[in-house]
């Protein structure tokens, strides 16, 4: 008799935890976006969510897990377990990461494809590497990248940037705030540059990051009361 209480008390304080964390959170989705660590994503993602006063208990930004693109997907896929797991489960979650030279690339897009609930994960992927993104702030190009000169195809995106933001390096904290006045141009052109790699059936350059964005800028207008 002793344990059943036990039990049942344990279960109501689960319950009154559960109810306080969700009346913490606004009407919309639940989302956690998974960023390579230490480097320009988080702080760009949390510059964004600062910016459009998105709340904390809504948005979960890491950048804790690596750079492996298989290991950003596995990372978002245990996060899910253990809020679904306490009944609280993320309404989306999204990988963030980048071709680059990682060998792994197209297994990490394969994961988020065969990834269950269906819908739930999803791929912000950029080829070659996240400063594509920065870069289309400035300027529209469909010039594929390659590594030359004992440069990697992400350090020539990074010097095609400096030409306009000349002290960029990565992990910038501030990289948002200074870029937030361009961020139309940047979702025009990103949207532009995925129909050309369509049409030419190729992947580079391309970058997703703004389907992120716009998500992020519409789904509490979307969700609100």
């Known amino acids: 008799m002793g344990t059943d209480n036990l039990f049942h008390k344990r279960k109501a304080r689960t319950a009154r935890q559960l109810s306080r964390r969700k009346a913490r959170r606004a009407p919309y989705a639940k989302v956690l976006i998974v960023c390579e660590g230490e480097k320009t994503e988080p702080h760009y993602f949390s510059g964004l969510k600062d910016h459009y006063e998105l709340n ?8 804790d897990c690596g750079s492996d693109p298989v290991g950003i997907v596995n ?3 245990q996060r899910y377990r253990e809020e679904r797991d306490v009944g609280d489960a993320f309404d989306k979650v999204y990988c963030v990461f980048d071709k680059d030279a990682h060998t792994n690339y197209q297994r990490a897009i394969d994961l988020i494809r065969g990834a269950t ?3 739930t994960f999803v791929a912000i992927n950029s080829v070659p590497c996240f400063e594509y993104w920065l870069l289309l702030h400035f300027d529209y ?3 594929p990248f390659s590594g030359q000169l004992g ?3 992400c350090a020539q995106v990074i010097d095609a940037l400096k030409n306009f933001i000349p002290d ?3 992990g910038d904290g501030d990289i948002f705030p ?3 006045d361009q961020l139309p141009f940047a979702i025009d052109n990103a949207e532009r540059a995925l129909r050309a790699a369509t049409a030419n059936d190729t992947d580079n350059p391309t970058t997703r990051v703004h389907e992120l964005v716009r998500f992020l ?3 509490p207008d979307r969700q609100g009361p």
Request: charged content about 30%.
């Open 56 to 63: 904390s208990a809504n948005v979960e930004i890491c950048g």
């Open 75 to 77: 990372y978002g896929k």
């Open 117 to 119: 609930p269906k819908d």
């Open 141 to 143: 190009t469909t010039q």
């Open 151 to 153: 440069k990697s195809a």
């Open 168 to 170: 960029y390096a990565k």
């Open 178 to 180: 200074r870029l937030v």
């Open 217 to 219: 800028q519409t789904e």
